[in-house]
């Protein structure tokens, strides 16, 4: 497949563009905008539009979704989350750092379908899990812990709702949507003739479902918790005033991040699978 040089000019061009935009929303600190123009001009400009859009999809509706009733979710869960709702350097790389990795191996091993079949499921889980995230915590029901049952406050780690997890399994969708069509039209500009790759339609909607249930079985496992002075269970280490928080559970190296990172490759490996399923 190779290297295309305008290909690069053109994702570095629109990331810039629309992490920029995302900046001056507040979606996105400085470090994040870094994190996608970094993570954007590989991705698309090693693996393509189809991957290019599928990296937009999930950065615009995530960015979208963090502003949907953002005064209701700061009084529910905002001290749960490790972080705010802009996204910084770790959190830009942990959500598409490794589809900037695979694009890269993609261009430079020609192209092979298992590596866009990995990097769908690893879009659907971010994308899944963000909207989990943005979504779930508006439930009008108390979620519960995935492996107990037992009601939790809202933005507990591992905890999940109705609502929550037919979000995740809408913004999967979504992802392998955006893949097939665009990997379909791009053939057809090429005047060659489309195959349609149907099977992304359930890889990525399998992939970001499982990839999503697979964050919030660690989140209620190894994830890193912390216990505020006030009895409450938060990711943070720190409270807002520099408190020390006090550690309860899970692993201490396991932070959000890497939960992302490595719940977005069970989702990737689910979505191999669907393609050796479907080949």
């Known amino acids: 497949m190779g290297v295309d040089v305008a290909q690069i000019g053109m994702g570095l061009l629109l990331s810039t563009a629309i992490g920029g935009l995302a900046y001056w929303r507040q979606s996105l600190t400085m470090g994040g905008w870094a994190g996608a123009i970094l993570t954007g001009t590989a991705t698309m400009g090693f693996g393509g539009w189809a991957w290019g859009l599928a990296l937009i999809t999930f950065f615009v509706s995530s960015s979208a979704l963090s502003h949907y009733k953002e005064r209701i979710k700061e009084q529910r869960a905002a001290e749960k989350f490790a972080k705010g709702g802009r996204r910084d350097l770790a959190q830009a790389l942990a959500n598409g750092g ?119 079985l660690m989140g209620a496992t190894v994830q890193a918790i912390y216990r505020y002075p006030s009895g409450k269970e938060t990711e943070k280490v720190v409270g807002k005033d520099g408190t020390p928080n006090t550690f309860v559970r899970g692993w201490r190296w396991m932070n959000n991040d890497m939960v992302n990172l490595l719940s977005s490759l069970v989702g990737g490996l689910i979505a ?7 080949a």
């Not at 191999?272 to 479907?278: E, I, Q």
Request: no cysteine; charged share 5%; glycine share 16%.
């Open 98 to 216: 490794v589809g900037a990795l695979l694009a890269l191996l993609y261009a430079l091993l020609g192209g092979p379908p298992l590596l866009l079949a990995l990097f769908a499921g690893v879009m659907a889980t971010v994308t899944a899990d963000t909207w989990a995230t943005e979504l779930g915590v508006l439930s009008p029901h108390r979620p519960r812990l995935i492996t107990s049952g037992k009601p939790v406050e809202p933005g507990t780690s591992g905890g999940v709702s109705v609502l929550g997890t037919s979000a995740s399994a809408l913004g999967g969708l979504l992802i392998g949507l955006v893949m097939f069509l665009s990997v379909g039209a791009g053939q057809l500009i090429a005047g060659q003739a489309a195959a349609w790759p149907w099977w992304l339609l359930p890889a990525g909607l399998l992939g970001g479902l499982g990839g999503s249930l697979a964050d919030s």
């Open 272 to 278: 191999m699978l669907v393609y050796l399923l479907a």
